[in-house]
């Protein structure tokens, strides 16, 4: 039941707390304790997110080479009837986060929107497809900022929404390098000269935006701007080397240079905006 909730994907709700950071407000307790809560709420959404997602494509997960065995409920290792148990039981826990923290309301809900509406149509429109996903990051963010009680910077949001259209551009490119086009619907509308435009652009944009976003922030941030740089080449280089793109989170939590290079973003922010 766990695995159909896919806590390794959780990674991803780590986009909730970068307000905590450049807000400042990492030092003020009863800030770390409501960025925590909505980064356990915003995985409670996402694992609902993904129960779902699985539901619909049980029976396409089950003709795919790696979701048959992968996925659970696909691979019948969970049934029918209790992934919807465990649905009902994700919901029924955010809407008592709601009541604790109205704040994360509509950002979670709209999450919760744009997935269902990515599961039951857009996963299949060619574009929309990648700005669904990559939207859903810059939620994450919003939903940082809102239970902060803390404006959210143009910036940081046009930065996030690029560096997921990156991640999403390369994920998409993997699986049509790996599986080819009958992996999903929408990847015969793409070819891998399209999608590596689509990343590299975003890529682009992503560092530009967020030097933009540093210097009119904190100029000692300036100090970090390497440090993305390499995050890029290195999570590329592990993709194109290791074909681990089409699972950003294995990348994520298996590579040591991309973990370090992380690891030291953090610090050096916490120390130039606390310094």
Known sequence: MLRLARPKQWIKNTFVLAPLIFAREYSVLSSIGDAMFAFGLFCIASSAGYVVNDIHDVERDRAHPIKSWSR??????????????????????????????????VPILAYIALNLAYTYFLKDQPVLDIFSVAIGFVLRVWAGAEVLNVPLSSWMAITTLCLALYLASIKRRTELATAGSDARKVLQSYSLTLVDRYAEMSAVGALIFYSLFVMSTN??????????????????????????????TDVLLTDGPLIACILLWGGVCVYALTF
């Open 72 to 105: 659970p409920l696909a691979a019948r290792h969970v049934t029918l009837p209790m992934a919807i148990a465990l649905l009902i039981g994700l919901y029924v826990v955010l809407v008592v986060g709601f009541f604790i923290k109205p704040a994360l309301t």
């Open 219 to 248: 100029q000692k941030l300036a100090a970090t701007i390497p440090l993305v740089i390499f995050g890029l080449f290195r999570y590329w280089y592990v993709v194109e080397t290791r074909e681990g793109g089409e699972t950003p």
